[in-house]
């Protein structure tokens, strides 16, 4: 069985740089069955999707992330990082990653159960 474990630097002050690690046991991160998406949820606000890699390793952002935001991975390691850059206290959230079926947007089969990561001086 698949299983998705999210592991960050929980405090950051503003401005600084960190990434959040997703690691996956149970199934390779490169079999294609599940793209890897990162999603984060605001303290009182909804889900946001933040972008996704790809079997292959191929991104895709949201474009209101894309210039703060990298998705990367270790296929030795089975894991998925999330590196952000200037990071501002609105970046406060519970970060998630999330396995979803390729070619449906959306659609997650498989959740972490989130890391929080505070920003704030």
């Known amino acids: 069985q698949v299983q998705l474990q999210e592991s960050g630097p929980g405090l950051v002050k503003p401005s600084q740089t960190r990434s959040l690690t997703c690691t996956v046991s149970?199934?390779?991160?490169?079999?294609?069955?599940?793209?890897w998406s990162w999603i984060r949820q605001p303290p009182g606000k909804g889900l946001e999707w933040m972008g996704v890699i790809d079997s292959d390793g191929r991104t895709d952002y949201s474009p209101s992330l894309k210039t703060r935001t990298s998705i990367s991975r270790d296929s030795a390691k089975n894991t998925v990082y999330l590196q952000m850059n200037s990071l501002k206290p609105e970046d406060t959230a519970v970060y998630y990653c999330?396995?979803?079926?390729?070619?449906?947007?959306?659609?997650?089969?498989?959740w972490g159960q989130g890391t929080q990561v505070t920003v704030s001086s």
């Open positions: 999330a396995a979803g079926i390729p070619g449906r947007p959306g659609e997650y089969d498989l």
């Open positions: 149970g199934g390779s991160i490169t079999t294609g069955y599940y793209d």
